[in-house]
């Protein structure tokens, strides 16, 4: 099992910057494609950006692309998304997401963290 814990969401204003981090427990992420969701009120969850088992390879949603950058820390066994830019359509909970397969744009992850608010005024 891998626990996933979701930090550093917040309110800020249009244009500025935030980073997620995702903290897993029980087993090393290394092992395992990490990814962030998101999902705004009255929409899907909607993939954001993943990155691979070795971090190799990353792939982004095309809203986020340039905006948003997706990295991993196995020595601290944390994911994190760096967001920078801002846009109130960026308000969504946030979540952090852990498969081990390959990684994907849909939702079949294995494992699902309890998600961060992000909020962005204009």
Do not use: H
């Not at 969504?92 to 909020?119: E, F, K, L, N, P």
Request: hydrophobic share 35%; glycine share 10%; net charge positive.
């Amino acid at each position: 099992q891998v626990q996933l814990v979701e930090s550093g969401g917040g309110l800020v204003q249009a244009g500025a910057s935030l980073r997620l981090s995702c903290a897993a427990s029980g087993r090393t992420i290394s092992n395992y494609g990490m990814a962030w969701f998101r999902q705004a009120p009255g929409k899907e969850r909607e993939f954001v950006a993943a990155v691979s088992r070795g971090g190799i390879t990353t792939n982004y949603a095309d809203f986020v692309k340039g905006r948003f950058t997706i990295s991993r820390d196995s020595a601290k066994n944390t994911v994190y998304l760096q967001m920078n830019s801002l846009k109130p359509e960026d308000t969504a909970v946030y979540y952090c997401a852990a498969t081990i397969s390959m990684i994907t744009t849909t939702r079949r992850y294995d494992y699902w963290g309890q998600g961060t608010q992000v909020t962005v005024s204009s």
